[in-house]
């Protein structure tokens, strides 16, 4: 190998010793990266876990080489494949010299490494240990890893002596999240995590088909990004010379559909939020929406205690949900539903009277040690003091209600107090995973609702709604009475596989680019 090829390899990352076992495998005519596919006819927890009944039985099994014991004219190969949650999806594949033929298997010696993919026929065993094993008849190289499957986490991956431990665990987090393929790979519990994430979204959409909703799609381009407090992307259309932004959320386009005389749909879609990231925030997740028409709030509700019913069932296989703090979350039963105000007048001991105009709320916040130099409405006053005082202390699943009208232009004002609204947000574990409202169906509330904003906009708020005439014009030709229901479901996900960060629970989140 020359000089500049070597360098070039160094920088990469490739293995200079794995691309030389590569050359190796090629010359004696095993080129790894030849065969286009292998027929398996089991994965090997089947193997692993029906070992007896499988005895002497020809399988066809694949896998990623997790660990090589090389033993004279004989070795073992543990594999690991795809496997159910809860399994480690491997099993020990036997390998003789003289069954194979002497120099494929002297080759193989000198060209395999760990994290290598091979195919095998054989038949099912158990050696003298009583390991369950497949005894080798045949072995095809399928791919061969050019890195060190190990460095790529910081950790090696199996120990010299074939055993496993703390070895196999990934300790760079960043890493991790940056070369997810291989944390998928190596953290057996990140991957389990992920999948019952995955798991998650199919139980909602299970949920929501068995109660007659449409699940449909709308544009993540938009000339206008609404239904959404948020600051959007922006980009920009050559062809038509327009400037487009991408979606906040789901709710314009789905009531446009309640109009259009779709009573039940949702969508569950990737959303994009030009916002901080944190524990709980990436920019980029995935959003859930539904909307029903002829029916209300109380409805949103009823049928929220059913759908988490059913995520639990599906996650758990009952009604309740242990933390890893061993919290027990109860979703078999009736959730508490609790007026905004009254859960500050509860935990902040201020009554709902200090909220008659700006000044008062101001008066109020700053009495309990929180400056209210910032604030400009008592809206938001009403919702910071939710949020430090009650929130905390929401872990069984809560339906906050009664939300302050100037931070709700979407949903209905309560008949009996103008400045409240028929909204609620679903809290549980001290965190808000879900928001709903009983919907504005009268088109001349909600264009004061969006002029309102508008003037925020124009005011410095840039997260304002902006003015959304076709909207308006869709209400105009009328909207039956209707509730919606949005939730991240990152965010549910976070609370029903226990992790910590929004992260855990997202297959690539956003992160600063690293020079390759």
Request: aromatic share 8%.
């Amino acid at each position: 190998m020359d000089e500049p090829q070597a360098a070039q390899i160094e920088h990469s990352g490739i293995v200079p010793e794995r691309l030389e076992k590569l050359r190796h495998l090629q010359a004696a005519g095993l080129d790894p990266f030849a065969p286009e596919t292998f027929d398996r006819t089991h994965l090997l927890a089947e193997v692993y876990d029906k070992c007896d009944a499988m005895l002497e039985q020809t399988v066809r099994v694949a896998g990623r080489i997790v660990g090589i014991r090389w033993m004279g004219k004989a070795a073992f190969m543990t594999l690991q494949d795809d496997a159910p949650v809860g399994n480690p999806g491997r099993a020990q594949l036997y390998v003789r010299r003289d069954e194979i033929g002497e120099e494929t298997y002297d080759a193989l010696k000198h060209g395999l490494d760990i994290g290598d993919f091979v195919g095998s026929t054989g038949f099912v065993f158990r050696t003298k240990t009583n390991e369950p094993s497949v005894h080798a008849q045949s072995l095809t190289l399928l791919a061969k890893a050019l890195r060190d499957v190990g460095a790529a986490l910081g950790k090696e991956y199996i120990k010299d002596d074939g055993t496993e431990g703390e070895a196999n665990r990934a300790s760079d987090t960043e890493m991790r999240y940056r070369q997810r393929y291989m944390d998928l790979f190596v953290n057996r519990d990140a991957r389990e995590v992920l999948v019952k994430r995955l798991k998650i979204t199919r139980a909602v959409r299970e949920f929501l088909d068995g109660e007659g909703f449409l699940e449909v799609e709308t544009p993540v381009l938009q000339i206008e990004a609404g239904g959404a407090t948020a600051r959007p992307f922006h980009t920009h259309h050559n062809a038509l010379d327009l400037d487009l932004h991408l979606r906040i959320s789901l709710e314009l386009p789905l009531k446009r559909l309640i109009v259009g005389g779709l009573d039940r749909v949702y969508e569950i879609g990737r959303v994009f939020r030009n916002e901080g990231i944190s524990t709980r925030h990436n920019p980029e997740f995935t959003l859930l929406e539904f909307y029903q028409a002829y029916t209300n709030l109380e409805g949103m509700m009823d049928i929220n205690e059913r759908m988490f019913r059913h995520i639990c069932r599906s996650v758990t296989g009952e009604d309740t949900l242990t933390l890893p703090d061993g919290t027990v979350i109860d979703f078999g039963k009736t959730w508490e539903r609790l007026p905004m105000l009254s859960g500050i007048e509860q935990n902040a001991g201020i009554s709902p009277d200090s909220f008659g105009s700006l000044d008062s709320a101001k008066a109020a916040m700053a009495k309990v040690g929180i400056d209210p130099a910032k604030e400009t409405m008592v809206g938001g006053i009403i919702e910071k003091l939710h949020e430090v005082f009650t929130e905390p202390k929401l872990i069984q699943p809560t339906f906050i209600t009664d939300f302050p009208l100037d931070t709700s232009p979407l949903a209905r004002k309560r008949p009996d107090n103008p400045n409240l609204t028929r909204r609620f947000e679903i809290f549980m574990t001290g965190k808000e995973i879900g928001n709903a409202f009983s919907e504005i169906n009268d088109p001349l509330d909600q264009r004061e609702r969006f002029e309102s904003q508008v003037a925020q906009r124009e005011a410095g708020n840039t997260e304002a709604q902006p003015m959304d005439e076709d909207f308006l014009r869709a209400l105009e030709y009328g909207m039956p009475p209707t509730g919606g229901f949005g939730m991240g479901l990152d965010r549910v996900s976070m609370i029903f596989t226990g992790a910590a960060s929004i992260r855990d629970v997202i297959l690539f989140p956003l992160l600063r680019p690293e020079r390759i």
